[in-house]
């Protein structure tokens, strides 16, 4: 429970935050600053006027929440009128929240407030109907991967993107949004791909149509799998119930996206003691924030959450503290040989693994007729994924050597996130 202002500024991540929260508390650019007992909002406009970042406080719970673009909560905005609320209440007025603050206020309510007993059979009854719907996208997708099957890959990508583009729509409104991206994968594809891509992401396609339908056989940790990479998503309160794995965790590399206006990023970590890596998953909206960041080669101390699953690797790790050791114990693949051959063992338990951490002890960057790629000791060499732009750089790095890569491999190419160098880690 928060009781003071001071309470609130105690909360500001470190002393520039702060710093740039005093000099925002002098700014004119605020308007609308307003506060009604348990919130405290302004609007700070920037610019021609014409826009402006929202900011809000809740006093009792200290809880920030700004549209501006600022990595740590909270931002400068949000101590700036806290700084109001200490030293200069006359521009503080009394009155009812704008829209914005109570569509945050109404988010936090429902969070908080437990849900009755009889919620449970009405929650139960929405999943039911959820499923049923999802099972009828499942149907119409099958129709669909068996009309390209009878047209052909070529004749199906003469078409242009639009068929599977549709398909995605349908899927997504059926609440299908793992199988949707995959059709929107294919839609890129059939501009950059190869026949091999698309064969293969149909297959992956195919692949869910039938363990969908076969999904009351699967055991526990395989039917949890599949619901997840159809979307079902398991609430934050359900995982944080299930034991945590404490461990000291390396940030070995990241990798961010965008569909639309939807930004991801795909966080690795790996635990010191157990081994294992743990894949935090974090989305946001058009310009707003990621709700956390995870600087590379920053270790912490915590729980990780693991998604359950039968070969679990996606994890939530809600609260932790900053390592302050080193850290030790990374041992990397010698060989390609290796590397295969654990992923085939991950594939068999796991067919939804999309990205596999892999690290690489001692590989070399290589061009070759105009493919770049890295080669292992025995001069076996796997292309780099279309995406990667950094080759250069990365042969730079290497000096014509060897060096220590963390990548991300999806069965075919790498994905390179990091490099290991005598300074550190740095971004691949």
């Not at 407030?113 to 719907?133: F, I, N, T, V, W």
């Not at 992401?201 to 999904?215: C, M, P």
């Not at 909206?285 to 600087?295: C, D, K, T, V, Y």
């Amino acid at each position: 429970m928060i009781s003071s202002p001071d309470d609130l500024l105690r909360l500001a991540p470190d002393a520039k935050s702060l710093e740039a929260g005093r000099r925002l508390f002098y700014s004119r650019r605020w308007r609308l600053v307003g506060g009604d007992g348990q919130w405290l909002w302004g609007e700070w406009v920037y610019g021609s006027g014409q826009r402006a970042t929202e900011s809000a406080v809740h006093l009792t719970a200290g809880h920030f929440v700004c549209n501006c673009r600022a990595r740590e909560r909270p931002c400068a905005h949000g101590l700036a009128l806290v700084l109001m609320l200490k030293n200069d209440q006359e521009r503080i007025s009394v009155g009812q929240p704008p829209s914005w603050v109570r569509s945050v206020q109404y988010q936090a309510d429902r969070q908080a407030k437990p849900k009755p007993l009889k919620d449970a059979e009405a929650a139960d009854e929405r999943q039911g109907e959820r499923l049923a719907l999802m099972g009828a996208g499942v149907e119409e997708l099958e129709l669909r991967l068996l009309d390209f099957a009878r047209r052909g890959i070529a004749d199906t990508l003469a078409q242009g993107p639009e068929p599977f583009l549709a398909a995605a729509t349908h899927l997504a409104d059926a609440k299908l949004p793992g199988p949707a991206g995959l059709l929107r994968r294919l839609a890129r594809l059939g501009r950059d791909g190869t026949e091999a891509d698309i064969a293969r992401t149909l297959g992956d396609l195919y692949l869910f149509v039938r363990a969908w339908k076969n999904r009351r056989t699967l055991p526990p940790d395989r039917h949890a799998e599949l619901l997840q990479f159809a979307g079902v998503n398991i609430r934050k309160e359900e995982l944080l119930a299930r034991p945590g794995l404490e461990d000291h965790w390396l940030v070995l590399g990241t990798a961010e996206g965008q569909e639309d206006r939807l930004r991801f990023r795909r966080t690795w970590l790996r635990g010191e003691k157990s081994r294992r890596f743990a894949l935090v998953l974090d989305y946001a909206f058009g310009e707003m924030p990621f709700e956390r960041s995870w600087p590379l080669a920053a270790s912490f101390q915590g729980k990780a959450y693991y998604y359950p699953g039968s070969y679990p690797q996606r994890a939530l790790l809600p609260s932790t503290t900053p390592g302050g050791r080193p850290y030790d114990g990374l041992v990397g693949y010698p060989s390609f040989v290796e590397l295969r051959a654990n992923y085939q063992k991950a594939l068999a338990v796991n067919p939804w693994l999309y990205a596999y951490p892999v690290y690489l002890s001692a590989v070399t960057p290589t061009l070759a007729s105009g493919q770049a790629g890295l080669a292992d000791a025995n001069g076996e060499v796997l292309p780099l994924h279309p995406e990667y732009d950094n080759f250069f750089s990365l042969l730079a790095i290497s000096g014509g050597g060897t060096l220590a890569v963390f990548a991300e491999f999806d069965g075919y190419r790498l994905l390179p996130l990091s490099v290991v160098t005598e300074f550190g880690l740095v971004k691949g």
